[in-house]
Nanobody, 123 residues
Framework: QVQLVESGGGLVQAGGSLRLSCAASGRTFSRYAMGWFRQAPGKERGFVAAISRSGDSTYYADSAKGRFTISRDNAKNTVYLQMNSLKPEDTAVYYC????????????????WGQGTQVTVSS
């Protein structure tokens, strides 16, 4: 079992940056690909980015390409999401999650989830 705890959210002005972290418990972190999702009020939870177990492969939602970077440090059991050039439409609760199905953007393929961290981008 994996327990995930996100941190790093907050309030930032448009054009600013934030770095989210997701710390995982347990010794099985490197067995999972990891993903970031987000959910804005009144909207479904949507895919943002994912990274392979080793960290040598990543992919992004179109909305995140060129602005967000996902990375991981398996020695620290942590996955990161660097977010630059933030826009008001990036405002959401951001969740990290683990999966054995790298390549999936569907929430149903992600088995363990964190509690989320709020990101608010003001205009």
């Amino acid at each position: 079992q994996v327990q995930l705890v996100e941190s790093g959210g907050g309030l930032v002005q448009a054009g600013g940056s934030l770095r989210l972290s997701c710390a995982a418990s347990g010794r099985t972190f490197s067995r999972y690909a990891m993903g970031w999702f987000r959910q804005a009020p009144g909207k479904e939870r949507g895919f943002v980015a994912a990274i392979s177990r080793s960290g040598d492969s990543t992919y992004y939602a179109d909305s995140a390409k060129g602005r967000f970077t996902i990375s991981r440090d398996n020695a620290k059991n942590t996955v990161y999401l660097q977010m630059n050039s933030l826009k008001p439409e990036d405002t959401a609760v951001y969740y990290c999650a683990s999966t054995t199905k790298y390549g999936s953007i569907s929430v149903i393929d992600y088995n363990y989830w964190g509690q989320g961290t709020q990101v608010t981008v003001s205009s």
